[in-house]
């Protein structure tokens, strides 16, 4: 069974942080770029961060820039996104994604179920 779960969110209090995982299991993450995307309610999917599968770069929307930082732990075949001074306007429900091809920016197949993330006080 090929599986991605995430796990971590919950609600905060705005300033606050969590620390989301994305586990796979049935696969190996290694050859994998690995995308974070998040979804609110009446809103459009948009790419959060990325971490490809080669060099480990990085990259991350505007909106996050300075306060997420993704990484992976190839050894737990584990992803995480730290998610630091957090904003109401943060909360979605994030998922992650796996992206074949290694590079962040292609066609991303495996999906996890999401994990809903609330900032509010």
């Known amino acids: 069974q090929v599986q991605l779960v995430e796990s971590g969110g919950g609600l905060v209090q705005p300033g606050g942080s969590l620390r989301l995982s994305c586990a796979a299991s049935?696969?190996?993450?290694?050859?994998?770029?690995i995308g974070w995307f998040r979804q609110a309610p009446g809103k459009e999917r948009e790419g959060v961060s990325c971490?490809?599968?080669?060099?480990?770069?990085?990259y991350y929307a505007d909106s996050v820039k300075g306060r997420f930082t993704i990484s992976r732990d190839n050894a737990k075949n584990t992803v995480y996104l730290q998610m630091n001074s957090l904003k109401p306007e943060d909360t979605a429900v994030y998922y992650c994604?796996?992206?074949?091809?290694?590079?962040?920016?292609?066609?991303?197949?495996?999906w996890g179920q999401g994990t809903q993330v609330t900032v509010s006080s």
């Open positions: 049935g696969f190996t993450l290694d050859y994998y770029a």
């Open positions: 994604a796996t992206d074949e091809t290694g590079f962040c920016g292609g066609i991303f197949g495996y």
């Open positions: 971490i490809s599968s080669s060099d480990g770069s990085t």
